[in-house]
């Protein structure tokens, strides 16, 4: 979609209003539209516009940039009902949000709510091309800063749902740092991709036996931005790329793996987020770290028993081999912390269904071992609405994943029925060994049963907002 900015109105096909009680009131509009929150109403324009179409705020003083984000996506819906090619959307303080609190929100809400993943349907594919955002003369030239920017992130965001939605074997750990090969270079990214002989030579022997029952190698894949060329500080956001989860030899049933192409979401939520970083010349230091296999059955595929060593020297017993994704993070954390000393370690992982049962597909489980790094996490979150809640990693838990035979073993606490996020998350913390570091199990929320306002049915691409938000501030 194409934005511009412009404190004078347009010709365009629609008019999008989004519009508070109070001003209903005021125009004399209440009698045919009352704008409660959710609400649209499409009638035709009486001026040079096809059609206005109008969506509910509520009350002014009670908005938030959700609800306009919301109500945006609505609003959308109808332009691309009615095929509207071009929309008109002006921006405007609103109770407690500024002008640019009101355009930038209007614009997510817009943007992301015109996604489909519609590259497999072979009938008419219907979006809004243009929307004209107007504003006030004296903010005009920061609104456009302002829509610069999030355009950027929400095709960003938009990239992320595309290349998750897409087939497994398309998206398989090879093709996926091919594709990361070409953002680098877009974007200027330095890369380095370890493949299955230089994790042989490492002994990264955890990512290695996960990816054994796959026709494509298991791949490492490190990106890195240096926006302040002046410190050596970076943070490390490392995503679990398990391209495919069949759970392995402990194959999972009907009903639970069907949608398990997107266990890579955390390893494309930390591309997409390098790449925004990179497109918006941020300031910040940032390295993306992508451990990518296939978890598969096949005749060379691992098996549960077997005992592995990981890089870090220490041994692991795999009692399942569907616990694959703290195996990939524990190898490429530990790598990550000795070779390149970043100043703190975020991980973001489809890691377990018992993330589901706790906390449903609204918001992602925080475990961290330092308050500091959490906070920010936290308050990224609540901005973007992308939202986050701390679980506890006390010592207990980490008893629970030591193991008989070998140092560790990979399922835990009653064969995993118990505190499922938290031993998962305790796993991977055993692996790292000084550096602040976060996780974050985003199993629910990066896929969606159904469409939800902004955020369409399946691939989400949860996280990215969060995350530019965060290492920006950071
Ligand atoms: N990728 C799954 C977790 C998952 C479940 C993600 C549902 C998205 C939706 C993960 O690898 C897995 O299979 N976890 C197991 C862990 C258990 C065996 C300790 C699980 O949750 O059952
Ligand atoms: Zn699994
Ligand atoms: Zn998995």
Same mark, same amino acid.
């Given at each position: 979609m194409d934005i511009s900015v412009q404190s004078r109105p347009q010709k365009a096909d629609a008019n999008v209003i989004l519009l508070v009680e109070e001003d209903a009131l005021e125009k004399g509009l209440k009698a045919v539209f009352a704008p409660e929150f959710g609400k649209t109403f499409v009638k035709p324009s009486?001026?040079?516009? +096809?059609a206005d179409i109008l969506a509910g705020l509520g009350k002014a003083k009670e908005a938030t940039k959700e609800k306009i984000r919301r109500a945006a996506s609505l609003a959308v819906l109808e332009a691309k009902k009615i095929k509207a090619d071009s929309c008109v959307l002006h921006s405007r303080s609103c109770g407690k949000l500024s002008e640019e609190d009101f355009a930038s929100a209007a614009m997510e809400g817009f943007i992301l709510g015109d996604?489909?993943?519609?590259?497999? +349907?072979?009938d008419e594919k219907i979006h809004v091309k243009k929307l004209a955002l107007g504003c006030s003369s004296k903010s005009e030239r920061r609104i456009k800063n302002l829509a610069r920017r999030t355009k950027t992130i929400c095709d960003n965001v938009a990239f992320a749902r595309d290349t998750i939605n897409d087939n497994a074997d398309r998206m398989n750990p090879e093709a996926i740092a091919v594709l990361a090969g070409k953002v680098a270079k877009e974007s200027g990214l330095k890369i380095r991709v370890l493949g299955k002989k230089e994790m042989e030579k490492l002994g990264m022997n955890l990512i290695l036996a996960v990816g054994r029952g796959s026709q494509y190698e298991p791949k490492l894949v490190i990106l890195e931005h240096k926006g302040n060329p002046r410190s050596n500080e970076t943070t490390a956001i490392v995503g679990k790329g398990?391209?495919?989860?069949?759970?392995?030899?402990n194959l999972k049933p009907t009903g639970f793996i069907e949608t398990m192409r997107d266990d890579k979401s955390g390893a494309i939520a930390v591309l997409a987020t390098i790449k925004t970083l990179a497109e918006l010349g941020s300031k910040a230091n940032v390295m993306a770290v992508m451990p990518l296999a296939e978890n598969i059955v096949g005749s060379r595929a691992y098996k549960p028993g077997d005992v592995f060593r990981a890089y870090n020297g220490k041994t692991v017993e795999i009692n399942t081999t569907d616990a694959e994704g703290r195996l990939v993070l524990a190898d490429a954390i530990s790598f990550i912390e000795k070779?390149?000393?970043?100043?703190a370690i975020i991980d973001l992982a489809t890691l377990t269904g018992a993330c589901l049962v706790c906390f449903g597909e609204y918001v992602a489980a925080l475990l961290s071992n330092d308050e500091k790094l959490a906070g920010k996490i936290f308050e990224a979150g609540q901005k973007t609405y992308e939202r986050v809640w701390q679980l506890p990693l006390y010592d207990e838990y980490r008893e629970e994943?030591?193991?008989?035979?070998?140092?560790?073993?990979?399922l835990a606490y009653n064969n995993g029925k118990y505190a499922g996020v938290i031993t998962g998350a305790a796993f991977i913390g055993s692996?790292?060994?000084k550096t602040p570091w976060a996780h974050l199990d985003i199993a629910g929320v990066s896929w969606y049963e159904k469409d939800r306002f902004h955020i369409k049915k399946g691939a989400t691409g949860w996280g990215v907002r969060m995350l530019v938000e965060m290492l920006e501030g950071f």
């Open positions: 009486g001026n040079e516009f +096809r996604y489909a993943f519609d590259k497999y +349907r072979t398990i391209t495919f989860d069949s759970g392995g030899i070779e390149y000393r970043p100043k994943i030591k193991g008989e035979t070998s140092d560790l073993k990979n692996f790292v060994e």
